[in-house]
Nanobody
Framework: VQLQASGGGLVQPGGSLRLSCAAS????????MGWYRQAPGKQRELVAS???????NYEDSVKGRFTISRDNPKNTMCLSLNILKPEDTAVYYC?????????????WGQGTQVTVSS
């Protein structure tokens, strides 16, 4: 299983970005999907997650600004980042819980840098 993340970049405060994550390989189903971020000198933290039935969960600082979504048939997930703040600057990672013929485990995508600066 491979995860391909994309969509990061440099944006001014108040701006928007959209991150995408696509899973490929021999996949029977995907359970929870989530976005994490890690800022310099800080631990990786969960930003948002979405269950297979589309129930969502958000870290308090991003509620009302970020929106997570998924497309189950396509094995993809997106994160819309709005009203971005400098403190949102971090490397963002997607994580998915995948069921394969060999079992179920979590997979990480490569990070994508989000920089919020004027």
């Amino acid at each position: 299983v491979q995860l391909q993340a994309s969509g990061g970049g440099l944006v001014q405060p108040g701006g928007s970005l959209r991150l995408s994550c696509a899973a490929s390989g021999i996949i029977l189903s995907i359970n929870d999907m989530g976005w994490y971020r890690q800022a310099p000198g800080k631990q990786r933290e969960l930003v948002a997650s979405i269950a297979r039935d589309h129930r969502t969960n958000y870290e308090d600082s991003v509620k009302g600004r970020f929106t997570i979504s998924r497309d189950n048939p396509k094995n993809t997930m997106c994160l819309s980042l709005n009203i971005l703040k400098p403190e949102d600057t971090a490397v963002y990672y997607c994580n998915v819980d995948v069921r394969t013929p060999w079992g179920t485990r979590g997979y990480w995508g490569q990070g994508t840098q989000v920089t919020v600066s004027s």
